[in-house]
């Protein structure tokens, strides 16, 4: 069993920056894929970022140049650094563990952009 935890959301202001942090439980995490996925009121999730256990990163569109992510497996954790932040970045942030056929979630944490 896998438990993710992330922390690091709140509100900011337009070009500001927020970095999200997702903590695993358990001993897969370095061997997994992990992705951070977003929800806006009244949108479906969709995904941000991935990083392959190996280090290889993919992003959407709407965030690449602006988001950054990392993990340190050393410590079981995922990172997502966010810069020049909109407002329509403004959702629920969920960090996802993937290794198939295992798929694991966290709670989410807000990340509000508003003036």
């Known amino acids: 069993q896998v438990q993710l935890v992330e922390s690091g959301g709140g509100l900011v202001q337009p070009g500001g920056s927020l970095r999200l942090s997702c903590v695993a439980s358990?001993?897969?995490?370095?061997?997994?894929?992990m992705n951070w996925y977003r929800q806006a009121p009244g949108k479906q999730r969709e995904l941000v970022a991935t990083?392959?256990?190996?280090?290889?990163?993919d992003y959407a569109d709407s965030v690449k140049g602006r988001f950054t992510i990392s993990r340190d497996n050393a410590k079981n954790t995922l990172y997502l650094q966010m810069n020049s932040l909109k407002f329509n970045d403004t959702a629920v942030y969920y960090c996802?563990?993937?290794?198939?056929?295992?798929?694991?979630w966290g709670q989410g944490t807000q990340v509000t952009v508003s003036s």
């Open positions: 990083i392959t256990s190996t280090g290889s990163t």
């Open positions: 358990g001993s897969i995490f370095s061997i997994a894929a």
């Open positions: 996802n563990l993937a290794l198939r056929p295992l798929s694991y």
